[in-house]
C-alpha cells in the first residue's frame, strides 16, 4: 500500500479552475493504477478519472470528460487533476486512490482500489 494526501481543493465560482494534486509515499508508486474519486454527502463515492500505470492510458467519467484532465510525475510521486470549466455540481470531496489493478476496466469501481487519501473539499458556487 502506499499513503496518499490530497491538497489543492477550495472555493471556486462557475467556469473557474482548480489543480488537485496527490503526494504519495513509497518507491513503488509508478507501479500503482491511480484514480481520482468524489463524494457529496449521502450518495456513493462516484468515479472521476484515472491513470493506468501500463500504458498510461486515461479514462474519464462522462460528466468529466473534456473539462477534467488527470495526470502523474512518477519522479515526484505525485497525481495531479487539472479541473477546469467547473460547475457547481462538481462541488464535492474529492479522494485520490491507488490500484494494483494494470487493466482500464478496473478502474471505475471503488473496491478496485487498496490505498485511499483523506480527501480535499472542492465547492463550486454559481
Known amino acids: 500500500q502506499v499513503q496518499l494526501v490530497e491538497s489543492g481543493g477550495g472555493l471556486v465560482q462557475a467556469g473557474g479552475s482548480l489543480r488537485l494534486s496527490c503526494a504519495a509515499s513509497g518507491r513503488t508508486f509508478s507501479s500503482y493504477t491511480m484514480g481520482w474519486f468524489r463524494q457529496v454527502p449521502g450518495k456513493e463515492r462516484e468515479f472521476v478519472a484515472a491513470i493506468v500505470w501500463i500504458g498510461g492510458s486515461t479514462r474519464y467519467a462522462d460528466s468529466v470528460k473534456g473539462r477534467f484532465t488527470i495526470s502523474r510525475d512518477n519522479a515526484k510521486n505525485t497525481l495531479y487533476l487539472q479541473m477546469n470549466s467547473l460547475k457547481p455540481e462538481d462541488t464535492a470531496v474529492y479522494y485520490c486512490?491507488?490500484?494494483?489493478?494494470?487493466?482500464?476496466?478496473?478502474?471505475?469501481?471503488?473496491?478496485?482500489?487498496?490505498?485511499w487519501g483523506q480527501g480535499t473539499q472542492v465547492t463550486v458556487t454559481s
Open positions: 486512490a491507488a490500484s494494483p489493478a494494470s487493466y482500464s476496466g478496473a478502474v471505475y469501481y471503488p473496491r478496485n482500489y487498496d490505498s
